[in-house]
């Protein structure tokens, strides 16, 4: 009797072995480029979050494809449209800015595959798609919480610069800006800049001489971390603020000893981990990486994937599209590595916001801001 339920056994692990199957998931990040450091964070968080739960609960491999868009829109819908047809995708990661992503959308949207993006933050970009969603915060909940929390902090005049060629922060500006003056702050000015500008001497000389408590700029690290040093070099003591555009250690590479007091906000601080999926996490990466300090963008890199995994895991087949974006979106009170995530019905993440400091050199938790 012994004998035969071995062999029962044996049969019935041969038939699970051979009924499982490898399952992939496109991921579309800026490895190379100018926001290179976005993708390759992300990326981080991605792969460990893979090794670390690399099958479903049903025993089907999870494989990951990398595809380098190098920040482009043209890279980024070639590549897309390259994972889903050639590679036969069944889930979609990326890509890291707004632009970028939308170019994901709009074929995830088309092929009808599932899509999860690690860091677009613009308002609307899922009002309209039937299969994308984010694990990161709006940028309307991202400038109303700093906005807010700038006032509280008794930062009462502001100067707000905005990079005009960018929509990641022109929507981060007017959300800052609607809740600053609501809030009692007085703008003094808004200035403008573009995407691969340099010379900032203008701009600084107008910050000096309105000597605001707040310089608020939501763009990206390369033009903020030349902004602020040219700033500092001419004697601007105001407090300078960011979103997450800057959450990287490149931007305090570039901006050197002029990062000091730096305020931005992120999605995750490792030193308060708010989940025990998040410690582990953190465990994991020291292990890997000899350094506990886990990036924003890699947690989210990380709870991308995990997010995509949990809804496939809660379909009988993780390979029916259909089945794992209608349970993403279904997703409630999720356990992720950045805190917990609800997604609503368009995809939208709520979940918390937390403010940093860069302080010698690294970035330290200042505070944190819940969804009212």
Known sequence: MKKLSLIALAA????????????????????????????????????????????????????????DNKGDKVETATATTRLVSEDKVSGLIGAMVTGNTQQVLQIADEKKVPMIAPAATADKLLDRAKYGARVTFMDSFQGTSFASWAVSQNMKTAVLVVDQSTSYSIGLARAFKKEFEKQGGKLLKELKISSGDKDFKAIVSQINSLNPDLVYMPFYHPEAALLVRQAR???????????????????????????????YTDAFDSSNPPTAKSKAFVEAYAKENGDNNVPGFTALGADSYYLMIDAMNRCADGADRE??????????????????????????????????????????????????
Not at 336 to 363: L, Q, T
């Open 233 to 263: 070099q001419i004697g601007v003591k105001s407090q300078f603020a960011s979103g997450d555009g800057v959450s990287n250690d490149t931007f305090i590479e570039l901006a050197s000893d002029a990062s000091n007091g730096y305020l």
């Open 323 to 372: 089945c794992v974006n209608k349970e993403i979106k279904n997703s409630k009170n999720f356990e992720g590595v950045s805190g917990i995530i609800n997604i609503d019905k368009k995809g939208n993440a709520e979940r918390s916001i937390v403010i940093k400091e860069i302080a010698g050199g690294k970035a330290m938790y200042k505070d944190t801001v819940n969804p009212k």
């Open 12 to 67: 019935a692990v041969a038939i699970s072995s051979a009924a499982a199957k490898e399952i992939k998931i496109g991921v579309v990040l800026p490895i190379t480029g100018a926001v290179a450091a976005y993708g390759q964070t992300a990326w981080a968080g991605i792969k460990l979050a893979n090794k670390l739960e690399p099958t479903l609960k049903n025993g089907d491999t999870i494989t990951l494809v990398l595809v």
